[in-house]
């Protein structure tokens, strides 16, 4: 039975409570810094006041706070930010959280843009939060970069996003590259590819859909993008791919079976290869591939 929150609490007595519906210490604390208008980093000062008694409404902002995750929500939508390589995006049901795992793709992609010009022209494609486009944008400032999303409201979001860090992007809305012209140095994306019956389902159901899924294997955009993609890259140009944790092998297949060279994965930080690329040949050139 969880412990109720008591009348006029104190700081750590209203944690105490957090606890007991199931949330994360850190999160709690997370929480209730967020409740008292403080930022995050200021959990010392959570541990110094732990007696005060915390004001009404701030009392009452939590408790929706912690319930709200109790229930799942993500942190980040309460928080109504979430860092990214760097950068503290702005966050809510409109988009998917940025994860740590695609921080892999980002770096991956600055190490593939090093050699080229300051000016390569970069194509995030479903670009959510806008996390991609704008660490690229925030590490490469003259990079020409647009930005591609179906989704207008999550398209708000990053433009938001953009003008808070004032970083100049070109959004466009559309499905993948329907509405995408010219050709591109990169091309990285971060598509559903979460599987329609897939068993981790419910416990994304605060995030969009849309965002999620994709067919009954989880592989569906990630054909598309495969096939299409060769249309819209300079000859030697890369093309760079999230996928899920069971899904290297598939995706390196699709992107040999296309024609791209070079096929390879790259692992996280926890080792699983989140990652897959390759790079278009040049007119005439031989295909090779590496696992």
């Not at 959004?171 to 995408?180: A, H, K, Q, R, Y």
């Not at 993609?229 to 944790?245: F, I, K, N, T």
Request: proline content about 7%; some cysteine; aromatic content about 6%.
């Amino acid at each position: 039975m969880h412990a109720p929150f008591p009348a006029s609490p104190t700081a750590s007595q209203a944690l105490a409570a957090a606890l007991s519906l199931g949330l994360e210490r850190l999160d709690a604390q997370l929480l209730l810094l967020h409740a008292l208008g403080r930022p995050g980093s200021d959990r010392s000062w959570l541990l110094a006041h732990d007696t005060d008694r915390l004001p009404e409404d701030a009392d009452q902002r939590f408790r929706q706070l912690s319930q709200r995750r109790a229930a799942g929500e993500p942190l980040a939508y309460l928080l109504g930010s979430q860092e990214f390589f760097g950068l503290q995006l702005q966050v809510d049901a409109r988009v998917l959280v940025p994860r740590a795992d695609t921080e892999t793709l980002v770096d991956w992609a600055l190490e593939q843009l090093a050699g080229l010009p300051p000016a390569a022209r970069v194509l995030d494609l479903g670009t959510g939060s806008g996390a991609i486009a704008l660490a690229l944008k925030k590490n490469r400032p003259a990079l020409d970069i647009t930005a591609v999303d179906a989704s207008a409201p999550a398209l708000a979001v990053a433009r938001a996003n953009a003008a808070h860090h004032a970083l100049a992007i070109t959004f466009v809305e559309g499905s993948w590259f329907e509405n995408v012209s010219g050709h591109f140095h990169l091309i990285a994306s971060n598509p559903p590819y979460v599987a329609q019956a897939d068993p981790h389902l419910p416990a994304l159901a605060h995030e969009p859909l849309q965002a999620l899924t994709a067919g009954p294997d989880g592989l569906d955009d990630l054909r598309r993008i495969i096939e299409q993609a060769p249309d819209h890259l300079h000859p030697q140009a890369w093309l760079l791919l999230e996928h899920g944790y069971d899904q290297a092998e598939a995706v390196r297949a699709l992107l040999a079976q296309r024609g791209f060279t070079e096929v390879r994965s790259r692992a996280d930080l926890a080792g699983i290869a989140r990652c897959s690329g390759g790079r278009w040949p040049a007119a005439g050139s031989p295909g090779q591939t590496a696992g």
